[in-house]
């Protein structure tokens, strides 16, 4: 194997990861222009079982995606509305408590929610979102509002962060998911998402989350008008944050879907820039635990093959994603736990059910 990889002229990578030592931009460039996907992927994979062995986990979750109403209105989303659009909406408290309702038959331990950057609603509404589902399954993990939302949240109190989420907490706020990070390059912001919490912002709301007990995810959406340079930026950005706090659970590569966005004449990622993506993750966040390979996102059936290039997570359940569905996603929204099972079995991996802070809750 040795030979395979110095022909792909990864060698001294190899050596470094044998070390395990920290590789540089450098050696992350050219991970990204090796031509040799299988000797990227196999690297990864070598730092994937060193750190999770055989295991490749899934969790039992609802989705709830309470407004797409935004004043953001980011050229590659497909989902933020402008008020008074006629596909704008945004649920009522009663309405949020009836989807964690109609579901309260399944075992589902997270309930993952977040939403646009809304104009009208007030910071009492957040407040009482969480209570509400809170109400009605009181066991459940919240995992809620990206440091995007968390900002608007504190501006919309008038408070600190910290105090914002210390009230945010004690409604039943149980950890940050990782969106909103898009690409930190101030060029692309400029270009894309130029009213969006910019990337100092959007690490600095993490870093005080992390600070205040709260673990998150982090995302990188790529597949635009980004460079690998840029990406790697990103990667660097968040490993050094990391390397601070150490409260990032996941990072999750986020594959651009250009369909009824503003950059909709882009073409869609291809399945090798899917696989790079994740393996050279994998490879430069050398301090997160888990990369995830985000079904939704990329389908199962390369979330499979992913399994084998440094992921080690496949997400859940999920059932209804609104944000990748208007994007043009074509991926089923909801796989069952059963078919989730199947799906790491055939990959050769074990699953592994998990709660959102990772411990296990069966082997299958």
């Not at 540089?24 to 299988?38: A, K, N």
């Not at 945010?168 to 919490?197: D, M, N, W, Y």
Request: proline residues 4%; charged residues 25%; glycine residues 8%.
């Amino acid at each position: 194997m040795d030979s395979f990889i110095q022909q792909a002229g990864l060698g001294d990578i190899l050596d470094k990861l044998r070390r395990e030592e920290r590789l540089s931009l450098d050696d992350g460039r050219r991970l990204y222009e090796c031509p040799d996907l299988l000797a990227v992927g196999w690297l990864a994979n070598l730092v994937r079982e060193r750190k999770n062995g055989n295991k490749a986990f899934f969790i039992y979750n609802q989705h709830i995606n309470y407004s797409n109403i935004c004043t953001n209105l980011c050229k590659f989303c497909a989902f933020g509305k402008e008020k008074g659009h006629e596909l704008a909406y945004e649920m009522s408290i009663a309405q949020i408590k009836d989807k964690v309702r109609q579901r309260l038959d399944e075992p589902i331990t997270e309930i993952h929610m977040v939403g646009g950057i809304h104009p009208d609603l007030p910071y009492a509404y957040y407040l009482d979102a969480l209570r509400a589902i809170k109400e009605v399954r009181p066991d459940v993990h919240i995992q809620a509002f990206t440091c995007v939302e968390i900002q608007h949240l504190a501006d919309l109190a008038g408070k600190p962060v910290e105090e914002t989420l210390a009230e945010l907490q004690a409604a039943g706020l149980g950890s940050l998911p990782g969106g909103g990070a898009e690409v930190f390059s101030p060029r692309i912001r400029e270009l894309t998402c130029p009213k969006k919490l910019d990337g100092a912002g959007w690490l600095r709301v993490a870093k005080t989350a992390h600070r205040c007990g709260l673990k998150s995810n982090a995302t990188m959406l790529y597949g635009h008008i980004e460079t690998i340079d840029e990406r790697l930026e990103h990667l660097d950005a968040l490993r050094r944050a990391q390397d601070e706090t150490g409260g990032f659970m996941t990072f999750i590569p986020l594959a651009f879907h250009p369909k009824n966005t503003e950059l909709a004449d882009l073409s869609r990622t291809s399945g090798v820039d899917d696989l790079k993506n994740i393996a050279v993750a994998r490879l430069m966040l050398d301090n997160f635990p888990h990369i995830k390979a985000y079904w939704v996102m990329i389908g199962p059936k390369l979330a499979q093959v992913a399994l084998s290039f440094g992921a080690d997570d496949m997400d859940g359940t999920v059932k209804e994603e609104v944000i990748t569905r208007m994007a043009g996603g074509e991926s089923e929204q909801a796989l069952g736990h059963a078919t989730l099972i199947r799906l790491i079995k055939e990959a050769g991996r074990e699953p592994a059910e998990r709660d959102t802070l990772y411990n296990v809750l069966a082997v299958y």
